[in-house]
Structure formats: C-alpha cells, structure tokens
C-alpha cells in the first residue's frame, strides 16, 4: 500500500509525526515536515551519506544551540 493511502486512512497526530532529527555524524537537520517524509524513509544523510540511523531526534528548543 502506498504511504499516501495509509496517511489517509490512519489518522495522525502532526505534532508527533513530524519530528526533526539531526545527523550525529555531520550535523545535518532534516526536518520531515519540510522534506515532506520520514527520516526512516532515506537511506543516508543526504550531507554526508552516512546511514539514516545516526539521525537521533531533535527538540524544538535545542534546535538553536
Ligand atoms: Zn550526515
């Protein structure tokens, strides 16, 4: 099944869909809500190329360290 017709038929919190995770290796921010998918959903950092499990999540107010 195509993830656009499970988004529709799951009915989905926002805020805790669209998260923004920070690549441990390079730093890089990859924000869902703006990329328009899930983190899980590449298979590298697209900075450094490094495996998408080094994207640790990030919280708003850490966002501006
Ligand atoms: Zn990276």
Known sequence: MP???V???VPINKEESMAKFRC??????YDEEK???PVTDIDYCPRCKMDQT???PVEEDEESD
């Open 24 to 29: 441990k290796i390079c730093g890089y921010i």
């Open 3 to 5: 993830l656009e017709m």
């Open 7 to 9: 988004a529709l038929a």
């Open 54 to 56: 080094y994207f640790v």
């Open 35 to 37: 990329e328009g998918r």
